[in-house]
């Protein structure tokens, strides 16, 4: 069964970056979109940005031009670039494909 492991999060002051990684296992995964979430305390879990098996990428508005998402199959993994980061970006960040979630990760944004 496939498995999915996020890492990169942490705290970034409010105009930084971090990047954040996810590392598929027992599966093939360059054949699946890649999607990544984000749920702040309170609030539903909101869909960020998604690669597709060919590399087409897609944003929600709220992070249109600040977040690059990628992938390298040959690492099995995927990336969320998030620049420009906002106290509203701060929130556990989840990776999904192939109908399995990660953990998540810790994205605190504050000075």
């Known amino acids: 069964q496939g498995r999915l492991e996020e890492s990169g999060g942490g705290l970034a002051q409010p105009g930084g970056s971090l990047r954040l990684s996810c590392v598929a296992s027992?599966?093939?995964?360059?054949?699946?979109?890649v999607h990544w979430y984000r749920q702040a305390p309170g609030k539903q879990r909101e869909w960020v940005a998604t690669v597709t098996s060919g590399g087409s990428t897609k944003y929600a508005g709220s992070v249109e031009g600040r977040f690059t998402i990628s992938r390298d199959n040959a690492k099995n993994t995927a990336y969320l670039q998030m620049n420009s980061l906002r106290a509203e970006d701060a929130a556990v960040y989840y990776c999904?494909?192939?109908?399995?979630w990660g953990q998540g990760t810790q994205v605190t944004v504050s000075s």
């Open positions: 027992g599966t093939t995964f360059r054949i699946f979109s």
């Open positions: 999904n494909s192939f109908g399995t």
